[in-house]
């Protein structure tokens, strides 16, 4: 079945004024196929075991949701870019950038070192702002309701200091 699914993936392009046209993805599958995010999670774990392990040994932090990873470590820029390279040359269906500092923005989540800790708070993606929904659309007031509900939820799950949470309360 999954030989199928990534043997059989089809996308659809439509251009403005143009009728839609049909395309089979040549190499890899839809990311928004649940069957594919099984498949990438399968694939990426086999070679992040060893990398997991060696994180945790040196007390260093190690997370990954689908293709973004966050982790911390005491490596200097150099050796760091070096792993990278070693691992980027594994497997030519992988590759490895690195993007860091003292402030890193990942997913929906600035973090910011502030020794001994972290501090975290929202981040804002142009693309997926702001929160609007013309009330004069289809959808049910129950959804509209939700979305001032759903932004103060996300606020108060990812801020770690109550400023923080003060200032995106009151954006939204």
Sequence with gaps: MFMHILENSYFVLQL???KPKFYLQIKGGTMGSACTQVLADIYVQKWE????QQQQQHGELYLR???DVFLTTRLPQERIEKILS???KKDPNLTIKLEGGKTVDLLD????????N???????K????????PFHSSH?????????????????????????????????
């Design 118 to 124: 972290f501090r975290a708070k929202v981040f804002r």
């Design 86 to 88: 070693e691992i980027n």
């Design 109 to 116: 989540v600035i973090t910011t070192i502030e020794i001994p």
């Design 65 to 67: 949701f689908r293709d």
């Design 49 to 52: 075991n060893e990398f997991v």
């Design 16 to 18: 403005p004024g143009l």
């Design 140 to 172: 049910p007031i129950y959804i509209k309701r939700n979305i001032p509900y759903a932004a103060a939820l996300r606020a108060t799950r990812i801020c770690s200091h109550s400023e923080d949470l003060r200032n995106e309360l009151e954006k939204n």
């Design 126 to 133: 142009l693309a997926a702002q702001p929160y609007v929904l």
